[in-house]
């Protein structure tokens, strides 16, 4: 077990995890490609050991695994709809606060166990086919 898991009790973390959740899904600031666990502890008045052990209490690894998850979450949303049909996976990616392509398609791989281009192929609503003039 590791070491910061012993020093802050599962209620402790459990809380804590809440307060994480609710500070980063507040105007979606996960979407930020700036945030950091630095910033959520200064934020949060923890320690980095307690916000890696409510982290984990959550079920990720680690801040950088919970942030991604939330922007695949996001991305999913995204590649469901219509009005992002048009858009790349690049402008996906971006717009959902994943600094480079290469992370967004592992993370949303590790999430969802397929790539986003399968996941706007499955779950996309069907495209509406533009009127012709």
């Known amino acids: 077990m590791k070491e910061y898991l012993k020093k802050i009790?599962?209620?402790s973390s459990?809380?804590?995890?809440?307060?994480?959740?609710?500070?980063?899904?507040?105007?979606k600031r996960y979407l930020s490609p700036e945030i950091t666990a630095q910033q959520m502890?200064?934020?949060?008045?923890?320690?980095p050991g307690q916000l890696s052990a409510a982290v984990q209490t959550g079920g990720e690894e680690n801040f950088s695994s919970f942030i991604n998850g939330l922007?695949?979450?996001?991305?999913?949303?995204?590649?469901?709809?219509?009005r992002y049909y048009e858009q790349k996976m690049e402008q996906i990616a971006e717009g959902c606060g994943f600094k480079s392509r290469q992370v967004?398609?592992?993370?949303?791989?590790?999430?969802?166990?397929?790539?986003?281009?399968?996941?706007?192929?499955?779950?996309?609503e069907k495209r509406v086919p533009k009127p012709k003039r």
């Open 9 to 11: 009790s599962q209620s």
């Open 14 to 27: 459990m809380t804590l995890y809440l307060r994480l959740l609710e500070t980063v899904n507040k105007d």
């Open 41 to 47: 502890t200064q934020e949060l008045e923890c320690t």
């Open 71 to 82: 922007r695949v979450k996001e991305a999913c949303r995204r590649l469901s709809l219509p």
């Open 104 to 124: 967004f398609y592992r993370s949303f791989e590790k999430v969802m166990g397929i790539t986003p281009a399968q996941w706007r192929e499955q779950f996309g």
